[in-house]
């Protein structure tokens, strides 16, 4: 029989940060197994590839990827630009995902269902810290897989589990159905090219306030000047779109700085129509589009748009994990140890510092959340910020504890964060006030560029990019 310590260590998702895991744990030698749900290596970006990040490519590449790289012949893209998720796709995660030293090693069409330590359920103690993992996956075919592992690093994402529009975090009535007739589309939809004609001359309305929301809101607004009829709606839960709006041109991150200036004027233009202190209460077919009702201000509204666009943020798939002893925040569903760190009921991301391996661990060995994962449902995570996650884990499941515990990592000033509620919560009494909002103004950017994506370091929301995968 195999002992444990000579399976692979099995790593879910073969997005940026699953990759750099890839890159990691074979430089210190480790054999690894990735299991990708997609048919290519970051699916979950190719999805948002008609979006720009905030971060230039020097946030984007991981340092022990870089290193399997340069024996490829690639060439490295200019550090200074901003890769569409398009970009980032095609100069950076395929070319990765086709090294020599990750590409037997990645099966595509694995979609991940369950994680277990092999013959004992949660509850089983007795011999379990011996146990291997088990992997369980589905294939694109429909087969039914699974892969013993030494070690499990779910790098699998947040991005296909959005948030409901309905209040308190559940789905409001109307709206499992809405979501079947295809009424409720995800937060990135590309409105300029591919989506054009769902949105043209008609009403859409957008619930949200991360960047996500914005850069949809901002492309629906060109649409608008190109296409007679077309109307914006814009809900947000709160009283203030000011932390949206954000630094302007205090932001290190220019494009992130201009992605709110451009918001912020086109809301106080006209534009786009802003509810706040939404609460939607139901929604139901109207001809051919929706009928949403709902509170502004305690005040019933009811409007009939065509799409619903739900840019509400993500949340973690637990349910795969269900077999496996985590340790868990009550809050934000991350890792519990990393909890305080992320929480935005507390912190914004820039008081998010460098963590590794000792903050991610969890009651059953050797087995962590990583990446956007590991946020839960905090939307600070930043792609850099994984892939230092990473090195760390790696250099403790080799044995190089010295390493697992030195963490660094250099990112760029974040203007207003975008989880500063506390913030957000003085703004909108202020607004109720009367007072005005913030932020500077910088030039604008040309009409045919795309809009800059909120992530961090990599994926939508946070202070570099908010890296969705």
């Known amino acids: 029989m195999v002992r444990r310590d000579e399976l692979p260590v099995v790593v879910i998702g073969a997005g940026p940060v699953g990759l750099a895991a890839g890159a990691h744990l074979r430089e210190r ?50 550090l200074e630009e901003n890769p569409t ?21 990645i099966r595509y069409g694995h979609r991940v269902i369950a994680v277990t330590r092999e013959g004992a359920d949660r509850t089983r103690s007795l011999g379990r810290e011996r146990r ?36 308190g975090g559940i789905l409001a009535p109307g709206e499992a159905d809405a979501r079947a007739r295809g009424a ?16 043209a001359g008609r ?29 914006i709606l814009w809900a947000i839960r709160g009283g203030s779109a000011r932390r949206l709006f954000g630094g302007g041109a205090d932001d290190e991150l220019p494009a992130r700085g201009l992605l709110g200036t451009k918001l912020k004027e086109a809301t106080e233009s006209g534009r ?42 993500f949340r973690p798939d637990l349910d795969m994990l269900r077999e496996v002893r985590l340790d868990l925040d009550a809050v934000v569903e991350s890792p519990s140890g990393l909890a305080e760190l992320i929480d935005p009921n507390q912190h914004s991301c820039g008081t998010v510092p460098p963590h590794g391996e000792p903050l991610l661990r969890h009651p059953d060995d050797g087995f962590y959340l990583v ?26 499941l080799a044995g190089d504890s010295e390493a697992a515990g030195r963490v660094s990592l250099s990112l760029p000033a974040t203007g207003v964060c975008s989880t500063d509620l506390a913030e957000e919560a003085g703004q909108a ?38 890296l969705l995968t």
């Open 429 to 466: 009494e202020a607004d109720a006030a009367g007072s005005g909002g913030c932020c500077g103004g910088t030039p604008e950017a040309p009409r045919s560029e795309p809009q800059p994506v909120g992530f961090a370091s990599g994926v939508p929301h946070g202070r570099s990019l908010d």
């Open 203 to 231: 009403t859409t309305l957008v619930v949200g306030m991360g960047h996500s929301a914005a850069n949809t809101l901002l492309s629906l607004v060109e649409l608008a000047e190109q296409a007679e009829g077309t109307r």
């Open 272 to 313: 786009l129509t802003l509810m706040k202190w939404v609460t939607i209460t139901q929604m139901a077919p109207e001809g051919e589009g929706t009928r949403v009702r709902g509170l502004a201000r305690e005040e019933a509204f009811e409007v009939t748009v065509h799409s619903i666009v739900d840019a509400t943020g």
């Open 371 to 396: 990446g956007m994962k590991s946020y839960g449902r905090a939307p600070t995570f930043l792609l850099a910020t994984g892939y230092e996650q990473v090195r760390s884990v790696a250099a403790a």
């Open 29 to 78: 030698g480790l054999e690894v197994v990735i299991l990708e749900a997609g048919q290519a290596a970051g699916a979950a970006v190719t999805d948002w590839g008609h979006v720009r990040l905030f971060s230039p490519w020097r946030y984007n590449i991981d340092a022990a990827a870089r290193r399997l790289l340069d024996g490829t012949g690639w060439v490295e893209p200019d």
């Open 184 to 199: 409720v589309v995800g937060p990135l939809p590309d409105v300029l090219a591919a989506d054009r004609e769902r949105f």
């Open 132 to 167: 291997p993992y088990l992997v369980r996956a589905v294939t694109a075919a429909g087969e039914t897989v699974d892969v013993r592992a030494r070690h499990v690093l779910d790098a699998s994402g947040t991005y296909g589990q959005r948030n409901p529009v309905g209040d």
């Open 85 to 105: 998720g398009a970009e980032l796709v095609r100069d950076y995660v395929a070319p990765l995902a086709a090294t020599a030293e990750l590409a037997p090693r």
